[in-house]
């Protein structure tokens, strides 16, 4: 056993070094014990070379108190759990570091069963600096400089201390382990440690608190970064890794959102559906089927995309605008699939000069098209080499379908979600187009009305069309999507 004295009378003995498997990473960790017999733990991550190494920044060191309700049992009312995780975290993603972690400092040192009794005395209004004190103990009973003699016999002589609390900083420095930065831990804001932290801030003389670094906001917008880097495969740099401390509404978009968010050419569609296989009452109406939260979805997934697809039904039926309202992003450019040229001229899309229009009717059809929206900068007909009757067949729409999206890609817009209606969705899917599908089904029952996906089935359910799939619940709805892309690859590999 090793002995390593400090200043200021601190001294631990190594007691044994194991291995630590953890959701974080493989870490060694290394038990000692110190002078009055309290049991201590340092968790380290990367080889002392790794650790140790000069020309390196200073690693990243957790000081952390034990707190048996916050790290064991996932109390809100501190931070402590919020703080552990990210130290983990904050070093697993740097490959390297050190979380010291000190027992016999429960209830900033006045143990378990008085702060329980202090957490009584803030139940009846008072704050944690005084029910301390009304309990006849002091505020804060820790010292650190077992802290100090664990970094020194690690060999750590520099670090980066993730801390709030300026005592642990003061208290390695006087132990012979320079701090060369201090770091914020980032922790999301909660409602029951809301008052604590203050206080810490207010009486303590602790630090504000950071927030985490990947907030909703700043997901989404690597996400609409990610998606507008043509043909780039490299974006990945874009979007925090998986280990990134995130907060939850950026968790929920970077799981749902990053597999669609790379620059190459990629063809999605979405419909929402009732449970019974509705898009539309038997008149037509749609409004609404879904939820709200569905709608900020397909709002999204627009975002996310060059160009939007509707057929000229939808068109006709319930006047979409086809913009990004319901969160931040571009607007995409909007295509009507309008071969017999039947789109009314005030339809909103024409109309309100808010995103490019191409209106794609047939060649023979283009002419005239061209004239009716002569003077809207915005609006340009393409004319497409599909006759211009019904294209009824199969395989005049798998036609359609494939002239469609080479003239997108020839403009530049690789990026494209197929909107609706159903029978527009069910074209590109029909035609194999599809690399993704989006189906949200919402819990109403129609009836009778329009219907949802058609296309030729299969006899046998194990010939029915399989995918992997994702599910997400948006309120009361339920979006599953289909990786069409995949199912293809699988199937071409004959490993379906
Ligand atoms: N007495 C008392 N102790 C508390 C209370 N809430 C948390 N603790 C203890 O406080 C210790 C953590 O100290 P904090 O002040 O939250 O943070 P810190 O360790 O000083 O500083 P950071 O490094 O920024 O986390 C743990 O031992 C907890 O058990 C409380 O209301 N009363
Ligand atoms: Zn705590």
Not at 351 to 356: L, M, R, S
Request: hydrophobic content about 45%.
């Amino acid at each position: 056993m090793i002995e390593v004295p400090v200043q200021g009378g601190g001294q631990v003995q190594h007691v044994a070094t194991t291995q630590l498997p953890t959701a974080h990473g493989v870490f060694a960790v290394h038990g000692f014990r110190d002078g009055r017999g309290e049991e201590h733990v340092a968790l380290v991550l990367g080889t002392p070379e790794a650790l140790l190494a000069d020309d390196a920044a200073a690693p990243l060191v957790r000081v952390h108190s034990e707190c048996l309700t916050g790290d064991a049992l996932g109390s809100w009312r501190c931070d402590c759990g919020d703080q552990l995780l990210a130290a983990q975290r904050a070093i697993a993603a740097e490959g390297r570091g050190v979380v010291v972690y000190l027992r016999g400092q429960e209830g900033r040192g006045i143990g378990l069963m008085a702060k329980l009794s202090a957490y009584a005395l803030q139940d009846a209004g008072a704050d944690t600096v005084d029910a301390n004190t009304s309990l006849g103990l002091p505020v804060d009973a820790r010292d650190y400089a077992a802290a100090a003699a664990v970094l020194r016999h690690l060999g750590l002589r520099r670090v980066r201390l993730m801390t709030s609390n300026p005592d642990k900083a003061a208290a390695l420095r006087a132990g012979g382990v320079e701090v060369e930065q201090v770091v914020g831990v980032p922790v999301p804001v909660r409602t029951d440690s809301a008052r604590y932290r203050q206080t810490k801030v207010q009486r303590m003389g602790h630090l504000p608190p950071v927030g985490p670094r990947w907030s909703g906001e700043r997901a989404w917008e690597a996400l609409l970064a990610a998606s507008s880097h043509s043909g780039a495969d490299d974006l990945a740099d874009d979007l925090p890794d998986a280990h990134a401390d995130t907060d939850a509404a950026a968790s929920v978009l970077l799981e749902r959102y990053s597999p669609l968010a790379t620059g190459r050419a990629l063809v999605i569609a979405q419909v929402a559906q009732s449970l019974d296989g509705f898009t539309a009452a038997r008149t037509g109406d749609a409004h609404y089927v879904s939820g709200a939260q569905d709608r900020e979805h397909l709002h999204r997934l627009r975002a996310l995309v060059d160009a939007v697809v509707v057929g000229v039904s939808t068109v006709v039926a319930d006047d979409p605008q086809l913009t990004v309202r319901a969160c931040p992003g571009p607007h995409p450019v909007r295509v009507v699939l309008d071969p017999r040229a039947r789109a009314p001229l005030g339809a909103r899309v024409f109309t309100d000069g808010a995103a490019p229009v191409l209106w794609c009717t047939s060649s023979e059809r283009a002419e005239a098209a061209a004239q009716g929206v002569a003077g809207r900068s915005h609006v340009q007909v393409v004319g497409i080499d599909v006759p211009s009757v019904v294209p009824a067949g199969a395989l005049e729409r798998s036609r359609v379908v494939t002239t469609v999206l080479r003239a997108l890609h020839d403009r530049g817009f690789g990026r494209v979600l197929v909107e609706g209606g159903a029978t527009t969705v069910s074209a590109f899917l029909a035609a194999g187009a599809l690399d993704r599908l989006w189906i949200t089904t919402a819990p109403v029952l129609v009836g009778d009305g329009v219907p949802g996906l058609r296309f030729d089935g299969a006899d046998l359910m194990a010939d029915a069309l399989r995918a992997p799939s994702r599910r997400f619940v948006l309120g009361e709805d339920v979006a599953v999507e289909l990786d069409l892309a995949a199912a293809r690859a699988s199937s071409a590999s004959g490993t379906s």
